[in-house]
């Protein structure tokens, strides 16, 4: 691959930086792999038999599949602030669809420096301002043409200006947040999920292992729209058993009909019929698979080094993709669709820790610990997030029960809400509302069915009512006053935590 000037002094002088230290490295590397957008379903090793993720399932099978991960706040900037903090929304501040803080007190990439890594970021990173760095020595970013900064451009907007001269990148004429599909029109490796995977290898290819430890972060743009593999990625879904979107028995209010013809491409809810969901789950699906084969190459390339059995691997995405369900699109909601996500560990041999399932509820703000526990840096008492370690060997007696999930206004005054849930039951308050949800995950995974008004579930929603008031508590009279939940009218987007109104 040609690999413009400015890129290459950008690996030579990462590979000049890490050979220059001459001390022994006693600490693992840490790779963090993750997706925009991928729900937990799209995965083989999720049971999924119409996604090919030969990779994924290879890594899954070597190391911890966590059945239950979650993504408190499913939107990428309030993820990308929970998994770059380690803090629950209400800690982080940002509790919906805002602007990640320039600064906070815990920053991954910082923290893993100040404990002896080199650290380097590619790919997305979604942060505000676009170039700031919380700790990396370098970074090498696709915002997938995202400006929100004066004269920003990514690098690989950069690199593909250069590759490309006079091409257009966004060729394929599909939105940042269209729900409908097409094939890559320009050549494979012209495509920013070969570059992310490609920038990674080079780096990893050029690295020196005895140095200082690594801590690389890769993340891909993609699955999040555009739904555009190339052509031979797609051929692979010919005939696959891709699932109709599922359709609960209460979501009727969403089931306006629409000509995919004419109407918004980007709608956040609508019934564009079956086949069009397919359509775009088929692309969708079709882009994991490339972005696998990119994870591949990486897996491969640190085998190749001798780095593989020293390293940390933890695969995740910032949240899920409706795909049609219910009637839904993109993200925000309090479905599994859009809150569940994949979750693989691959720990290193050192750990001798056995492959296996875990059911626990985790979420990104575990990601943080864990590694400052292999790290052997102690991890912060007031960090919502725990270590996986004791989970993966076996040693853990008291994880938390359920997890949090929340998101501000968005798409419609009805979509802002707080959820609970462990896997096996979820309860959802609607806080402009002041409606509920209860679903049974364990006999209806795909929420088909409301239980709130079952008699046989009376008990269990009292419970989880409860649990929810005690969560909330903390925020005060507006969110719970005399023991009750309390209806709001008004969205708070930013909380009080949010370190630009301390």
């Given at each position: ?5 400015n ?44 996604v ?6 290879a ?18 900037t309030?993820a ?5 903090t ?34 380097f ?8 301002p ?39 990148p966004d060729?394929t ?50 699955p ?10 797609l051929?692979?879904y ?13 979501c ?18 609508g ?16 882009n994991i ?36 369900d ?8 309090p ?10 560990v ?37 960090m919502?997030?725990r ?39 979820k ?49 005060g ?8 939940l ?7 987007l ?7 109104k301390?």
């Amino acid at each position: 691959m040609n690999i413009p000037t400015n890129l290459k002094c950008t690996l030579a002088v990462t590979a000049g930086l890490c050979s220059s230290f001459a001390y022994a490295q006693k600490h693992p590397h840490i790779i963090l792999i993750m997706t925009d957008q991928q729900r937990a379903d799209a995965m083989g090793c999720m049971g999924n038999e119409a996604v090919i993720s030969p990779s994924l399932d290879a890594l899954a099978a070597e190391g911890t599949l966590f059945m239950n991960g979650y993504s408190s706040c499913p939107s990428s900037t309030p993820a990308r602030a929970g998994l770059l903090t380690g803090l629950s929304p209400w800690h982080h501040g940002l509790l919906g669809y805002g602007k990640v803080s320039p600064e906070y007190n815990y920053e991954m990439p910082q923290m893993l420096k100040d404990a002896g890594y080199y650290t380097f970021g590619i790919g997305k990173m979604h942060w505000h301002p676009q170039r700031v760095k919380h700790g990396f020595e370098g970074t090498l970013l696709d915002e997938s043409g995202r400006v929100e900064d004066k004269n920003f451009t990514s690098d690989y907007r950069q690199w593909f200006q250069t590759k490309a001269p006079g091409k257009n990148p966004d060729a394929t004429g599909i939105g940042w947040n269209d729900h409908t599909a097409s094939i890559y029109k320009l050549p494979e490796n012209l495509h920013p999920t070969y570059w992310t995977g490609e920038m990674a290898c080079e780096l990893i290819s050029n690295y020196d292992p005895d140095g200082k430890p690594l801590f690389l972060k890769v993340s891909f743009a993609r699955p999040h729209s555009p739904y555009d593999p190339p052509q031979r990625y797609l051929d692979l879904y010919k005939n696959a058993p891709v699932p109709d979107p599922a359709m609960g028995e209460w979501c009727g209010k969403y089931a306006k009909k629409l000509d995919p013809e004419k109407a918004a491409k980007d709608a956040p809810y609508g019934n564009f019929g079956n086949e069009y969901a397919r359509n775009s789950k088929r692309h969708y699906y079709a882009n994991i698979t490339f972005i696998d084969e990119q994870i591949g190459r990486i897996i491969q390339t640190l085998k190749e080094k001798g780095m593989y059995d020293d390293t940390l691997i933890i695969f995740v995405s910032d949240h899920g993709d409706m795909m049609g369900d219910h009637y839904h699109w993109r993200k925000t909601y309090p479905y599994e669709g859009s809150t569940h996500v994949p979750y693989i560990v691959k720990w290193p041999a050192a750990d001798h820790i056995a492959p296996g399932k875990i059911d626990a509820p985790v979420e990104l703000r575990d990601i943080l610990p864990t590694f400052l526990d292999v790290a052997d840096v102690t991890i912060p008492a007031d960090m919502d997030g725990r270590s996986l370690l004791p989970l993966a060997k076996g040693t853990e007696t008291n994880w938390r029960k359920y997890l949090d999930l929340e998101h501000a206004t968005c798409y419609s005054d009805d979509n802002y809400w707080c959820a609970l849930t462990d896997g096996k039951i979820k309860y959802v308050w609607r806080i402009h509302t002041g409606t509920e949800e209860l679903f049974d995950l364990t006999k209806d995974p795909q929420e088909l069915h409301n239980a709130v008004n079952d008699k046989k579930y009376k008990k269990q929603l009292e419970e989880m009512r409860n649990e929810m008031i005690r969560h909330l508590s903390e925020r005060g009279e507006e969110f719970v006053k005399d023991e009750q939940l309390v209806v709001r009218e008004k969205t708070m987007l930013y909380g009080p935590n949010y370190p630009e109104k301390q």
